[in-house]
Nanobody, 123 residues
């Protein structure tokens, strides 16, 4: 079992930045692809970014490409999401997740999920 706990969410003005963290426990995340997803009220959970085991390969949703950066520190068992140039449409609950399956954009392929952290971007 992998337990995931997100932190770093909050209220920020448009154009601002936030850094989300996802701390894992129970098992090392070094054997999992890690992903970030988000869910806005009334909408389905959507893929944001994913990073492979070593951190050498990343993929992003088109809506965040060039603004968000996913990274991982396997020694600290932690994954990060640096979010810059935030927009009101980025407002959502952000979840991190661990997967041993592909494709990595599909929520159903993730085995473990955190409880989420709220990000609110004001205009």
């Amino acid at each position: 079992q992998v337990q995931l706990v997100e932190s770093g969410g909050g209220l920020v003005q448009a154009g601002g930045s936030l850094r989300l963290s996802c701390a894992a426990s129970g098992r090392t995340i070094s054997t999992y692809t890690m992903g970030w997803f988000r869910q806005a009220p009334g909408k389905e959970r959507e893929f944001v970014a994913a990073i492979n085991l070593s951190g050498g390969s990343t993929i992003y949703a088109d809506s965040v490409k060039g603004r968000f950066t996913i990274s991982r520190d396997n020694a600290k068992n932690t994954v990060y999401l640096q979010m810059n140039s935030l927009k009101p449409e980025d407002t959502a609950v952000y979840y991190c997740a661990a997967s041993r399956l592909i494709p990595y954009r599909t929520p159903d392929n993730y085995n473990y999920w955190g409880q989420g952290t709220q990000v609110t971007v004001s205009s």
